[in-house]
């Protein structure tokens, strides 16, 4: 079972950047699928980018494609997202998700089944 605590959230004025962090335990962490979601208040959580274990293949949703960039490294059980040219409408707070499957619906909240506590983002406009 992988354990997931994300850092790096905070206040950001509207096209700065942030990195995320998604810290990983767990033995089976490098064959698994991660994911980023977010919530925003009064909306249901979103998927906002996920990776495959090797790093090889990613997805991002439409919102943020070309703006965020999800990595891992395997070596220190991490996953990052980078967001850049932050906008309003990205304030939410942002989870960590594993997949247990290996070729899951990366935009499918219910392929995920541990997640992370949370970091929330701010972007002021």
């Known amino acids: 079972q992988v354990q997931l605590v994300e850092s790096g959230g905070g206040l950001v004025q509207a096209g700065g950047s942030l990195r995320l962090s998604c810290a990983a335990s767990g033995r089976t962490f490098s064959n698994s699928v991660m994911g980023w979601f977010r919530q925003a208040p009064g909306k249901e959580r979103e998927f906002v980018a996920g990776i495959t274990g090797s790093g090889a293949s990613t997805r991002y949703a439409d919102s943020v494609k070309g703006r965020f960039t999800i990595s891992r490294d395997n070596a220190k059980n991490m996953v990052y997202l980078q967001m850049n040219t932050l906008k309003p409408e990205d304030t939410a707070v942002y989870y960590c998700?594993?997949?247990?499957?290996?070729?899951?619906?990366?935009?499918?909240?219910?392929?995920?089944?541990?997640w992370g506590q949370g970091t929330q983002v701010t972007v002021s406009s």
């Open positions: 998700a594993a997949s247990p499957y290996g070729t899951p619906i990366f935009a499918a909240r219910t392929s995920y089944n541990v």
